[in-house]
């Protein structure tokens, strides 16, 4: 009799430890809206690399707390209630307030990582801590892909001028032309930009030596080989591209040029069937850079894959560090997309 006592009883305890660790990661699901590339293989963590990416979530109470580490130094947005301030996470593990002495009530957080990949893998642990965390906030209905470069990561954005060189400080993606398009149509944005990069060859190279664009892309951590995106998980009702600024900076690449994008744009229509894929110029290409990136996007488009162009920076604009697009320019380009997705889409 003993016996039987000691299986039952090691039965339940068994099924309420299974019981607890679905319920913890069912009021995850439930409470936390992710927005971009998340791994969530790792227990009571969710990783994460992309610009962009973003974490929002509803509380009651007056302060809000979250359990953030890092690879390294990074710089993040705080979106508390349309409030926004910058927050930087310090290289290891640490409690950091996102909100404090807010009126009592209902509020909403939502928390951006604004600098790009590189080699720093950011991870949330736990839920935030709140005095009570209420149901997710409601994602938008329309959502878009973008794929590029620097200027798609907002490279120098917020720069003074084209003296300036990479700087946390001074790079911000919400403020690119996507991110800005992306918010001015209610959509939802995953941006997987990497500075540098390009459809066959990186910025500097002659010939290739870092991952291209179409290596990059398929990863949940942008600088992790072993980590594939499932493209199940997010389904965009269309695609930007804006990749060649770098393919181009070391002289003409045509062929080259052509031969990867065809192979960038066959993959993505694979993905993502009938949705629109737009391919976008290049701000920072001119003179005969420009004329062949727009002769070899115009051999590629068809019914579904259209080219556009969203202007080019304008030195009486100014300019961003490195001679990126500065606020002005992004600006312009996001108000020149906007206006074309309106058009074809009907939002």
């Keep these: 009799m003993y ?55 509803r509380f009651k109470g007056k302060d809000a707390k979250l359990k953030i580490a890092s690879t390294r130094r990074v710089r993040f947005e705080v979106d508390v209630d349309g409030v926004k301030k910058d927050l930087w996470v310090e290289s290891g593990e640490a409690v950091y307030s996102l909100a404090a002495d807010l009126r009592p009530g209902i509020h909403q957080i939502r928390l951006t990582r604004i600098i790009e990949s590189f080699e720093i893998v950011t991870s949330v642990i736990g839920d935030p801590i709140v005095d009570k965390l209420l149901a997710a906030p409601k994602a938008p209905t329309r959502k878009l892909l973008a794929i590029g470069d620097s200027i798609t990561a907002g490279y120098g954005v917020e720069g003074a001028n084209k003296e300036c060189h990479y700087e946390m400080e001074t790079s911000n993606q919400q403020l690119s032309y996507a991110a800005v398009a992306a918010k001015n149509l209610d959509a939802d944005l995953h941006a997987i930009a990497w500075s540098g990069i390009g459809a066959w060859r990186s910025y500097a190279e002659k010939t290739p030596v870092s991952p291209n664009i179409l290596i990059r892309s398929q990863r949940t951590l942008a600088d992790d080989e072993n980590s594939h995106w499932d493209v199940s998980n997010y389904t965009p009702d269309a695609i930007l591209i804006n990749i060649g600024t770098n393919d181009y900076w070391e002289g003409s690449v045509s062929d080259e040029y052509r031969q990867q994008m065809r192979k960038l744009i066959d993959r993505t229509q694979q993905e993502y069937p009938a949705k629109p894929i737009y391919l976008i110029l290049s701000p920072m290409l001119s003179d005969t850079s420009r004329e062949s990136q727009q002769s070899v996007l115009t051999g590629l488009t068809n019914s579904q894959v259209k080219l556009v162009d969203l202007g080019k920076i304008e030195a009486a604009d100014g300019y961003g560090c490195d001679y990126h697009p500065n606020v002005k320019t992004n600006n312009r380009m996001a108000e020149a997309l906007v206006k074309q997705i309106k058009k074809d889409l009907n939002w």
Aim: hydrophobic share 40%; glycine share 4%; aromatic share 16%.
């Design 3 to 57: 016996k039987y006592i000691l299986i039952f009883f090691s039965i339940f305890l068994f099924s309420c430890s299974n019981t607890s660790n679905d319920s913890a990661k069912e009021i995850s699901e439930k409470t936390l809206r992710l927005i971009g590339r998340f791994d969530t293989s790792q227990e009571e963590q969710i990783r994460f690399t992309w610009p962009g990416s973003a974490i929002e979530f």
